[in-house]
T-cell receptor, first 115, second 113 residues
């Protein structure tokens, strides 16, 4: 399997639940990203990992907790979410976060609904 | 700081007509520019990118874009629209400091038979 794979594709969770989103890339990249895509809003960068180290946290609430155990895997742990957190969560990877002009490759996303 | 502005959140064209999707960028350093396409319930797929080589960039599916520094623009075009081109299109910019891609708000393209 190649590219960037996200699981699950769809997730419905209650506000008191704890769940995790998983992202795996088979491209040999060293940088991985989490984006949030809400209707009518630009893609919001949430977190950046470069060589397994978190390099960006764009003021994301603590109810979102990322984990990057190695350069191929990225998780987003979710707990006590709010309905406004419902969105499409996209994972991406690139050669590295300092790569000049290298593009990001995206997974198909996880459609999250918080009820 | 880098940013992109996409003019027109919705564009409709007839099948076979010219597609023109507009993107203007703001960057204090030479930018790297990208166009991505997103089909419903899918991730973003790269159409093409500009990395300071040729100003006219050809991408997949017959799309191309021209970098115009004087106009700070990177508009996406396709000579003849196909029904399968209906999707959401995003312009993005990154800089030579890397690390982040800044996306526009997207343009939804409708192709009318």
């Amino acid at each position: 399997e190649t590219g960037v794979t996200q699981t699950p594709r769809h997730l419905v969770m209650g506000m008191t639940n704890k769940k995790s989103l998983k992202c795996e890339q088979h491209l040999g990249h060293n940088a991985m990203y989490w984006y949030k895509q809400s209707a009518k809003k630009p893609l919001e960068l949430m977190f950046v990992y470069n060589f397994k180290e978190q390099t960006e946290n764009n003021s994301v609430p603590s109810r979102f907790s990322p984990e990057c155990p190695n350069s191929s895997h990225l998780f987003l742990h979710l707990h006590t979410l709010q309905p406004e957190d419902s969105a499409l969560y996209l994972c991406a990877s690139s050669q590295d976060a300092q790569g000049f002009g290298t593009e990001a490759f995206f997974g198909q996303g996880t459609r999250l609904t918080v009820v | 700081a880098q940013s992109v502005t996409q003019l027109g959140s919705h564009v409709s064209v007839s099948e076979g007509a010219l597609v023109l999707l507009r993107c203007n960028y703001s960057s204090s350093v030479p930018p790297y520019l990208f166009w991505y396409v997103q089909y419903p319930n899918q991730g973003l797929q790269l159409l093409l990118k500009y990395t300071s080589a040729a100003t006219l960039v050809k991408g997949i599916n017959g799309f191309e874009a021209e970098f115009k520094k004087s106009e700070t623009s990177f508009h996406l075009t396709k000579p003849s629209a196909h029904m399968s081109d209906a999707a959401e299109y995003f312009c993005a910019v990154s800089s030579n400091t890397g690390n982040q891609f800044y996306f526009g708000t997207g343009t939804s393209l409708t192709v009318i038979p």
